[in-house]
């Protein structure tokens, strides 16, 4: 089993920053993907940011330019630092991580979700 804890979020002014941080524990072969995703209030989820193990990105349209992923892979860690928040980046946001297990067995986890509020 491969256990997903995240950190960071809150409340934070227009114009703000925050950084959201992901680690991936357990019996961890590699990890392919990882991601984040978000969930605003009566919206479907969807894509925010992934980046894959070589550290290709790929990011929503509507955060690019404002936020960046980043993974340390000896830490099985990602993060989104995000900027420039906008009301409209309110959400639970979720991260992602898919890879192999050190018994061959593939993993898709996710994290319990963090709250990023934008408010003023």
């Known amino acids: 089993q491969v256990v997903l804890v995240n950190s960071g979020g809150g409340l934070v002014q227009p114009g703000g920053s925050l950084r959201l941080s992901c680690a991936a524990s357990?019996?961890?072969?590699?990890?392919?993907?990882m991601g984040w995703y978000r969930r605003a209030p009566g919206k479907e989820r969807e894509l925010v940011a992934t980046?894959?193990?070589?550290?290709?990105?790929n990011y929503a349209d509507s955060v690019k330019g404002r936020f960046t992923i980043a993974r340390d892979n000896a830490k099985n860690t990602v993060y989104l630092q995000m900027s420039n928040l906008k009301p409209e980046d309110t959400a639970v946001y979720y991260c992602?991580?898919?890879?192999?297990?050190?018994?061959?067995?593939?993993?898709?986890?996710w994290g319990p979700g963090t709250q990023v509020t934008v408010s003023s």
């Open positions: 992602n991580a898919g890879g192999r297990m050190v018994t061959g067995e593939t993993f898709d986890s």
């Open positions: 357990g019996s961890i072969a590699s990890i392919n993907v």
């Open positions: 980046i894959g193990g070589g550290g290709i990105t």
